[in-house]
């Protein structure tokens, strides 16, 4: 079974202390590993693509990197407002739009 | 300019009624989704309709109906509500059925008394 999952549920940092969230995924034929950001009372939001092993992307002061069983969204030198779930994804079935997500964690970052 | 949006923000009802949540997307996307995010968080997708046709139909009751009159447009209309149905509903929309990037709107929590 088709499955993605996301450690920790919960993280709190002080503000410029680096950490790395961490998702797992069994999904037979890989067609992407996505990570969204969801801020509360919000839908979430498109942050990477990743496409195969050894990819990396960067956006600010986060990076994405991929293996053959896990991806890590690195967040260097947070700031307040990174707070928010950080919810990782996977294709399944026909269409690139139908993914299973991850329960998310949930990052909070403290001045 | 809202790229996706969804309407009632909040919707409150009593068990057996009837409700629809209505969404809108300006972006010229041919393809919309919905998703159900349950109390444990989960996001979950339920239909998508590529240019009005419908392309994904998850394990969902029949209570659950989707209506797209036109590709900018997907509705969802909802039978004899159960407290079960509480939740919150995301609209959704991609360029295309195998586009990376999906949009999504803003939610629609609803409580089901």
């Known amino acids: 079974e088709d499955q993605v999952t996301q450690s920790p549920e919960a993280l709190r940092l002080q503000e410029g202390e680096s950490s790395s969230l961490n998702c797992s995924y069994t999904v037979s034929g890989l067609r992407g590993l996505f990570w969204y950001r969801q801020d509360p009372g919000k839908g979430p939001e498109f942050l990477f693509t990743?496409?195969?092993a050894g990819e990396e992307k960067e956006k600010e002061r986060l990076k994405a990197t991929l293996t053959k069983k896990e991806s890590f969204l690195h967040i260097t030198a947070p700031k307040p407002e990174d707070s928010a779930t950080y919810l990782c994804a996977a294709p399944v079935g026909g269409s690139q739009g139908n993914l299973i997500f991850g329960k998310g964690t949930k990052l909070s970052v403290k001045p | 300019d809202t790229a996706v949006s969804q309407t009632p923000k909040y919707l409150v009802t009593q068990m057996g009624n009837d409700k629809s949540i209505k969404c809108e997307q300006n972006?010229?996307?041919?393809?919309m989704y919905w998703y159900k995010q349950d109390s444990k968080k989960f996001l979950k997708i339920m239909f998508s309709?590529?240019?009005?046709?419908?392309?994904i139909n998850e394990t969902v009751p029949n209570r659950f109906s989707p209506k797209s009159p036109d590709k900018a447009h997907l509705n969802l209309h909802i039978n004899s509500l159960e407290l079960g149905d509480s939740a919150v509903y995301f609209c959704a929309s991609s360029l295309m059925a195998n586009s990376e990037k999906l949009f999504f709107g803003s939610g629609t929590q609803l409580s089901v008394l």
């Open positions: 309709y590529n240019n009005k046709e419908l392309i």
């Open positions: 990743l496409y195969s």
């Open positions: 972006l010229g996307h041919d393809t």
